[in-house]
């Protein structure tokens, strides 16, 4: 007897397959997440009297949740989303990333490369599964305050996936 296969038969029987359930889901960053973060940072930068801009990014780059707080200026909301760009493509933070690229060291060129940048107020988005899911940047306050609002941030989401 001869069995004949029709795509229809192939798709189907791929469908029977437990192929997406054997795979590993790997964690991202939820819209739900990010806002909760940024609320953190928001509220952090309210409670020291600060203005700024707070930009959250994926693992890749791409923009998740953004907002402003009043009367900033758009190069600070332009250079938060550099800042979140750094933390969540690179696995440093970017005042780690300025450290390690001082003049005459060997990475010194690093902070040269477009879309990266060396001043503190980029935070990575690490889980404590040690998955870096993301990117945090904060810009407006001076660079020390930056960090500490995006670290502010940092905590919530990563508290949001416990």
Do not use: E, L, R
């Given at each position: 007897m001869k069995t004949t296969f029709t795509l229809s038969t192939i798709l189907g029987l791929s469908l029977l397959?437990?192929?997406?359930s054997a795979q590993e889901s790997r964690p991202y960053l939820t819209l739900d997440a990010a806002k909760t973060g940024a609320a953190a940072c928001e509220a952090y930068a309210s409670e020291n009297s600060l203005r700024v801009a707070i930009s959250i990014k994926d693992r890749g780059g791409r923009l998740i949740h953004f907002m402003r707080m009043d009367d900033v200026y758009q190069k600070q909301v332009e250079f938060a989303g550099i800042k979140a760009e750094t933390a969540a493509t690179t696995p440093l933070s970017t005042k780690r990333l300025g450290e390690v690229a001082q003049p005459g060291s060997a990475l010194a060129g690093l902070v040269y490369v477009p879309g990266l940048n060396g001043i503190e107020g980029g935070e990575p988005i690490t889980l404590k599964?040690?998955?870096?899911?993301?990117?945090?940047?904060?810009s407006g306050a001076s660079p020390a305050q930056d960090g500490e609002c995006a670290r502010a941030a940092v905590a919530a989401i990563n508290k949001s996936y416990e």
């Open positions: 397959t437990p192929y997406a599964t040690g998955y870096n899911i993301g990117g945090v940047g904060v």
